[in-house]
């Protein structure tokens, strides 16, 4: 039985393109789904927070639109 981690999906970017989590393979990946067209979006503030006390961990924040 093969095991199926999170890189092995994929997401459509807000420009249509596919977001390919394989790419992030081997770094802390946090995938957040956004509502970012509503325009309500105060979760922003703390996601930049969180990002900048770890990126030179090599922490990558992926905002993945919600469509909705």
Excluded: H
Excluded at 18 to 39: D, F, H, K, M, R
Excluded at 43 to 58: K, P, V
């Amino acid at each position: 039985m093969s095991r199926v981690t999170a890189y092995a999906f994929s997401f459509k970017g807000l420009d249509g393109e596919e977001i390919l989590l394989s790419t992030y393979s081997g770094q802390p990946l946090l995938v957040v789904n956004t509502a970012s067209q509503c325009g309500y979006t105060p979760q922003y503030a703390g996601l930049q927070t969180l990002w900048t006390r770890y990126q030179a961990r090599g922490l990558v924040v992926l905002g993945v639109p919600s469509n909705d």
